[in-house]
Nanobody
Framework: QVQLEESGGGLVQVGGSLRLSCAVS????????MGWFRQVPGKEREFVAA????????LYSDSVKGRFTCSRDNAKSTVYLQMSSLKPEDTAAYYC???????????????????WGQGTQVTVSS
């Protein structure tokens, strides 16, 4: 069983930055592609970013492209989401997720990810 734990959320002003971290419980995170999703109450979980097992491939939603950067350190079993130029619409609970499959156009779908963290809240104030 893989356990994921997010940290780094909080309250930030518009235009500010935050870095989220996701610690993977396994000795190494390298067997898993990793994703970040976000959700606000009453809305579906939304894809934010994802990264391949070796960190070579990264994917971003159009809404965060150019502002967010996803990276990983497999030696530390940790995945990061650096968020910059934050907007009020970025306010959400952010979840990291792990995938053993990560297939083609399913890579941005939450259904492709088997393991999930509990989430960390990000609130951007105007």
């Amino acid at each position: 069983q893989v356990q994921l734990e997010e940290s780094g959320g909080g309250l930030v002003q518009v235009g500010g930055s935050l870095r989220l971290s996701c610690a993977v419980s396994k000795q190494t995170a390298s067997p898993y592609a990793m994703g970040w999703f976000r959700q606000v109450p009453g809305k579906e979980r939304e894809f934010v970013a994802a990264i391949s097992r070796n960190g070579v491939i990264t994917l971003y939603s159009d809404s965060v492209k150019g502002r967010f950067t996803c990276s990983r350190d497999n030696a530390k079993s940790t995945v990061y989401l650096q968020m910059s130029s934050l907007k009020p619409e970025d306010t959400a609970a952010y979840y990291c997720a792990a995938s053993t499959q990560w297939r083609g156009d399913k890579r941005t779908s939450w259904l492709e990810y088997e393991y999930w963290g509990q989430g960390t809240q990000v609130t951007v104030s105007s």
